[in-house]
C-alpha cells in the first residue's frame, strides 16, 4: 500500500502537526517537518513541499513515492478538497 499521503490523516487528527504543516507554508525561510516514515521539505520560494521517505534505509521508502505538491494543493488536501487539486500541483520526482 503506498503511504505518501499519510502524513495529511496525521495531521487531520493530531492538531499540533497541523499547526507544525500550516506554519512551515506560512513561512519565508525553508523548513523540514519529519514524521516518523515521511520527509517533508518546505521550499518557500517555489511554493512547494517536496515529500519523501523519512530516510533511504527507512522499512517504509518503496511505499513512499516521492512527490512534489504546491502550497496551494497542500492546502486543500489538508482542508479535505482533494477533488479541487488542480493538474500539476502534484508530480512526481
Same mark, same amino acid.
Given at each position: 500500500?503506498?503511504?505518501?499521503?499519510?502524513?495529511?490523516?496525521?495531521?487531520?487528527?493530531?492538531?499540533?502537526?497541523?499547526?507544525?504543516?500550516?506554519?512551515?507554508?506560512?513561512?519565508?525561510?525553508?523548513?523540514?517537518?519529519? %514524521?516518523?516514515?515521511? !520527509?517533508?521539505?518546505?521550499? =518557500? /520560494?517555489?511554493?512547494?513541499?517536496?515529500?519523501?521517505? #523519512?530516510?533511504? %534505509?527507512?522499512?517504509? !521508502?518503496?511505499?513512499?513515492? =516521492? /512527490?512534489?505538491?504546491?502550497?496551494?494543493?497542500?492546502? #486543500?488536501?489538508?482542508?479535505?478538497?482533494?477533488?479541487?487539486?488542480?493538474?500539476?500541483?502534484?508530480?512526481?520526482?
Amino acid at each position: 500500500m503506498i503511504m505518501t499521503y499519510d502524513f495529511i490523516l496525521t495531521a487531520k487528527y493530531n492538531k499540533e502537526f497541523r499547526v507544525q504543516l500550516d506554519n512551515a507554508i506560512l513561512s519565508d525561510l525553508n523548513s523540514e517537518i519529519c %514524521t516518523d516514515i515521511h !520527509r517533508l521539505t518546505f521550499l =518557500p /520560494k517555489s511554493q512547494v513541499v517536496i515529500v519523501t521517505a #523519512k530516510s533511504d %534505509t527507512s522499512a517504509f !521508502r518503496n511505499k513512499i513515492i =516521492p /512527490k512534489k505538491i504546491t502550497y496551494q494543493a497542500l492546502m #486543500k488536501m489538508l482542508d479535505g478538497n482533494w477533488n479541487e487539486i488542480a493538474p500539476g500541483d502534484i508530480t512526481d520526482i
